[in-house]
């Protein structure tokens, strides 16, 4: 799949603790044949708070310093796809800004990303476009602003039944996630 040019970063256990900085971004270059350094400096300059930490554990930096270095080892490969699983799990909620200023960054520099995330505030204020699941159903698609907009949210994460999948546009639908 790496090959393919789709990443994936998961939720939880997503770096090498005793490895540093720099040796689990070079782990995420594995399949490259050639370029690992330029790749590995297009990452710090992306993600400019790792560069004084390049020699430091992983396992020993902050949650939204490894999420940088998650993310960073991802993007060592240049995907077209990036998927992260509950970037925010666990995170303060200054670090959860943090964490999606920088994915934010790496939507605009050309990747595609697609965030599996609960919190659904910091979400849509990032996403382009949004698409909400409940139960494992599609309930609601669209423009992340008409998404974030819709009536239907409240109702979705607080309860109730659904009739089924609906556009942005609508607002009749309610469900429990």
């Known amino acids: 799949m790496v090959r393919e040019g789709f990443a994936y970063v998961p939720q939880v256990a997503n770096v090498?603790?005793?490895l540093t900085v720099e040796e689990n971004l070079a782990l995420g270059g594995y399949t490259?044949?050639?370029g690992r350094a330029e790749h590995m400096q297009r990452v710090f300059a992306l993600f400019p708070d790792l560069v004084a930490k390049r020699q430091a554990k992983a396992g020993r930096l902050s949650g939204g310093q490894r999420q940088m270095v998650a993310i960073g080892r991802?993007?060592?490969?240049?995907p077209r796809v990036l998927a992260l699983d509950?970037?925010?799990a666990g995170l303060a909620p200054i670090v959860v800004e943090h964490v999606f200023q920088m994915i934010r960054r790496v939507a605009v520099s050309g990747v595609a990303v697609l965030v599996v995330e609960q919190n659904v505030r910091a979400a849509l204020a990032t996403?382009?476009?949004a698409l909400v699941l409940a139960e494992g159903v599609q309930r609601i698609a669209g423009p992340a602003a008409e998404v974030a907009a819709n009536a239907a949210i409240a109702r979705i994460y607080l309860g109730g039944t659904v009739a089924g999948p609906e556009s942005a546009e609508g607002n009749t639908a309610a469900g429990s996630p």
Not at 74 to 78: I, P, Q, S, Y
């Open 16 to 18: 090498f603790g005793e």
């Open 32 to 34: 490259l044949k050639r």
């Open 74 to 78: 991802a993007l060592m490969v240049e």
């Open 86 to 88: 509950e970037p925010s």
């Open 127 to 129: 996403a382009d476009r």
